[in-house]
């Protein structure tokens, strides 16, 4: 069974820190791995991951994946309040479906 | 359209009801999915289609769940007898094709039933 593990479940900082977001997995067929922030309802894309040891980088936030250690972290660098939300990493296997953690929430304190 | 739309965006249903929920994805992506979301727990994943086909239903969590997609297009997620275990945000999804994980996500519809 596909199991996606993340770390903390919790996390609160304040404004300026940075953090970084665990996402442990044991996929079959496992081909990349997604994160999204989810604020409300719906979640809203970050990055894709695909290759080991390529960091994607967006602004603040990068992202890295470890294909032999079934592993990626999501860093955000001088945290802001709007970067209060879960965030979800979903490994993707072969067939297409997505496995979801149960996120990290971030709360960021001004 | 400009992204995945979903409707409606909130419902109140009583247990024992029928409720069908829609999907239009973005024009153009030929793969959608169906997710549920109960308050505080992660996302589910429950039907995917590539066009109009379901290759995986493996996530229906029963038979008074269904779901269906015409014309390549919307799709309708259909809960019979609803029961309360059924209230959460169900989140529609689509991607440009087979192959393309880039997945985009509707708004939801909240589904509460009492």
């Known amino acids: 069974e596909d199991k996606v593990v993340q770390s903390p479940l919790s996390l609160v900082v304040h404004e300026g820190d940075t953090v970084t977001l665990n996402c442990s997995y044991e996929?079959?067929?496992?081909?990349?791995l997604l994160w999204y922030k989810q604020e409300k309802k719906a979640p809203t894309f970050l990055f894709m991951l695909t290759s080991s040891g390529i960091e994607k980088k967006s602004g603040r936030l990068s992202s890295i994946l470890d294909k032999k250690e079934l592993f990626s972290i999501l860093n955000i660098t001088a945290t802001q309040t709007g970067d209060s939300a879960v965030y979800l990493c979903a490994p993707v296997r072969g067939n297409e479906k997505l496995t979801f953690g149960t996120g990290t929430r971030l709360t960021i304190i001004p | 359209g400009a992204g995945v739309s979903q409707s409606p965006s909130n419902k109140v249903t009583e247990k024992g009801k029928d409720v069908e929920l829609r999907c239009d994805p973005i024009?153009?992506?030929?793969?959608l999915y169906w997710y549920r979301q109960r308050l505080g727990q992660g996302l589910e994943f429950l039907i995917y289609?590539?066009?109009?086909?379901?290759?995986?239903k493996s996530g229906l969590p029963s038979d008074r769940f269904s779901a269906e997609r015409t014309g390549e297009s919307v799709s309708t997620l259909t809960i019979q007898r609803t029961q309360q275990e059924d209230s959460a945000v169900y989140l529609c999804a689509s991607s440009l094709a087979a192959g393309s994980y880039t997945i985009y996500f509707g708004e939801g519809s909240w589904l509460t039933v009492v």
């Open positions: 024009s153009g992506h030929t793969a």
């Open positions: 996929v079959t067929n496992f081909r990349s």
């Open positions: 289609f590539q066009g109009n086909s379901a290759p995986d």
